[in-house]
């Protein structure tokens, strides 16, 4: 029992130390308990098949896929519109929507549904993740206390009486406790906890989306030349195919989008045979008639309206010639980023490589739409503009395509012909457009949230279904789904279990309780409820507290009958410390999920924590009592 107490100093220590990656000093630590003899092989390794380990692991493809659909972009878009331009606007609503979430479903569960969009609306507030991130994670651990089913050692408590024959807790009765200490959480980290985090992060900075564009079209002069062409009913190209209207063979235009009205009416195709001017004031902001690249058996009819490239003069020349409406993008007020990008098309820019296989060849023998579903929108040589239609490509020369994000990813892979510049994925997860895969995202976030609650099947079972569903229904694919689990936290967390179970099999955590428990009893209520705060708190930071609760409750409650005082303030004191594992990154899985991405170490979260424990202990303290008398 001492060589354990000595084994879990040491790691505290070289965790604060932080000179060693966190993971290796949990490997550390576990050999160690194995190799003293305290744990056998089984128990020394258990962790890495623990229930907790692979929700964690199976949250991340849940959030990856969220963040891949668009739905991270949608929420961020939401908690931005909270908070406005305000970092504390954005710690406040980040919070309160992670604490409503934690209240029924898993904590680790909210954090993996909302980190992707909090860590998105920090870069657009101006901000930084790590200014957002350990807020996210307390909030999760204080919004566990506003209801029965929000934590298990609120669960674990209320059972603890039912088993002596007294009346539990109710479902809602955490919450006359949980929500005074979840609003002091939220006023100290929006205005104390914030300048204490550090202002730092792992994760680099997003691109901004329109600036990005903005630069794209600049480079390859696209201003003034992206068109919306109306088909009038008078039109020729009515009933035609792409193909047969052989836009881009005969007059440059590279057909972007076709676009259709939903009803009729002048929009849908009316003949209205005024000028262009006024046409041009109702052309109407219709929808894509298909997500994918317009093919050449795409048929046109009266009231479409396509969105091209090309120049004003070849335009004009196709204005007579089909009796267009014209407008540019710029007369629309419709932004650059709208009307290139979408959930399913994006934008890059690709470099030919010195050994590419297309070099010589014209745009129309490369067949890089047939190959790869992307169209080309410009070339760039010799920081010159080259005409699309006649250039043979050469080493160096630099297109921009627009294509479907797997056809730029596809793209990425032929590393002997092209170099895709920059990220394109990241700016892909910035567009915040919901489609169908969407939706479906959604939807399978909302049956693992349902399943979670309802208990139909295990926590761990709901998120392994969820993973599994976004990669069957296309949300992310597995090479997706891998990259996305932080391996480095999987590690931490399965290495750091095997010290829960040293602490128990030694009887360390019992022969503290007992003890601690004993001692201040006779000190009084006010004593006691002290030391059994301080007690499961402090087990709270580096083991379970779920296990924590188990170990701390039934000698609480025995405590609590031999002094002849009532059980309930006392346990529900025991559940009020067990939510206060704030001050390290393995005391919870949240804590730990936003450690990498928010650039923490061991020292932020006890520097950031400590005050909001103690609050936490002075808060209990005053009102536990008044709610739950002795």
């Not at 104390?192 to 992060?201: D, E, F, I």
């Not at 794209?216 to 008078?234: C, N, P, T, W």
């Not at 296990?547 to 303030?569: E, K």
Request: proline share 5%; aromatic share 6%.
């Amino acid at each position: 029992m001492l060589l354990t107490f000595a084994i879990l100093a040491a790691t505290v220590a070289l965790f604060i130390w932080g000179r060693l990656r966190a993971d290796i000093v949990a490997l550390l630590a576990l050999l160690t308990l194995f190799l003293t003899g305290i744990l056998t092989t089984a128990q020394s390794i258990a962790g890495f098949g623990d229930s907790t380990v692979i929700l964690i692991a199976a949250l991340f493809v849940v959030g990856e896929g969220l963040s891949q659909t668009g739905v991270t972009a949608w929420l961020s878009s939401r908690l931005r519109a909270l908070a406005g331009r305000s970092l504390t606007g954005l710690i406040v609503a980040a919070m309160a929507v992670a604490a409503l979430l934690s209240a029924f479903m898993s904590n680790t569960g909210a954090t993996a549904a909302l980190m992707p969009a909090v860590v998105s609306a920090a870069w657009s507030v101006g901000s930084v993740p790590s200014k957002t991130l350990m807020p996210l994670a307390y909030a999760t651990s204080s919004g566990g206390l506003l209801t029965l089913m929000g934590t298990p050692p609120n669960i674990i408590v209320a059972d603890t009486l039912s088993a002596a024959g007294l009346e539990p807790f109710g479902f809602f009765e955490f919450g006359l406790i949980g929500l005074p200490l979840l609003l002091i959480s939220v006023v100290y980290m929006a205005f104390v906890g914030v300048r204490l985090l550090p202002n730092q992060t792992n994760l680099p900075a997003p691109e901004d989306l329109t600036a990005a564009v903005g630069q794209l079209a600049d480079a390859y002069s696209l201003h003034g030349k992206i068109f919306r062409l109306r088909v009038r009913a008078q039109s020729s190209l009515a009933g035609k195919t792409l193909a047969e209207a052989a836009l881009g063979r005969n007059y440059e235009i590279t057909v972007l989008r076709v676009e259709r009205a939903r009803a009729a009416g002048p929009e849908a195709g009316q003949d209205d045979a005024a000028a262009p001017s006024a046409e041009s004031r109702r052309m109407p902001r219709l929808q894509p008639i298909d997500e994918r690249l317009p093919e050449g058996g795409t048929v046109l009819q009266a009231g479409d309206v396509l969105l091209v490239r090309s120049t004003a003069e070849l335009v004009q020349r196709a204005m007579l010639d089909f009796n267009f409406g014209v407008q540019t993008v710029e007369e629309t007020e419709e932004p650059l980023t709208g009307a290139l990008l979408s959930h399913e098309i994006g934008l890059a820019e690709v470099l030919v490589t010195p050994r590419s296989t297309y070099i010589g060849q014209t745009l129309a023998e490369s067949r890089l739409f047939h190959k790869f579903g992307v169209q080309v929108l410009g070339i760039r040589r010799n920081n010159e503009i080259a005409k699309r239609q006649r250039v043979r490509l050469q080493f160096g020369d630099s297109l921009l395509v627009r294509g479907p994000w797997q056809a730029i990813t596809r793209l990425a892979d032929e590393r002997r012909d092209f170099v895709v510049v920059g990220q394109p994925e990241a700016l892909a997860r910035q567009v915040v457009s919901l489609n169908r895969d969407s939706l479906v995202a959604g939807a399978v976030l909302l049956g693992m949230v349902v399943l979670m609650v309802s208990g139909l099947t295990p926590t761990v079972i709901a998120a392994l279904i969820a993973a599994v569903a976004m990669v069957v229904f296309g949300c992310l694919n597995m090479e997706q789904a891998y990259r996305a689990i932080s391996w480095s936290s999987v590690v931490l967390i399965a290495a750091m279990i095997p010290m829960s179970t040293a602490l128990q099999v030694t009887g360390g955590a019992e022969f503290l309780a007992s003890h601690l428990v004993a001692t201040l009893g006779a000190l009084g209520p006010l004593a006691l409820m002290t030391g059994v705060f301080l007690l499961t708190s402090a087990f709270s930071q580096v083991i379970s507290n779920t296990a924590t609760t188990v170990l701390v409750a039934p000698i609480v409650l025995q405590t609590a009958l031999a002094l002849g005082v009532s059980p309930y303030p006392l346990l529900m004191m025991v559940a009020v410390g067990a939510s206060t594992a704030l001050l390290t990154p393995i005391g919870t899985p949240p804590n730990l999920m936003v450690m990498s991405p928010g650039g923490y170490v061991f020292s932020h979260y006890t520097k950031v924590g400590l005050p909001l424990v103690v609050l936490f202990l002075i808060a209990g303290l005053v009102l536990v009592p008044l709610l739950w008398p002795f």
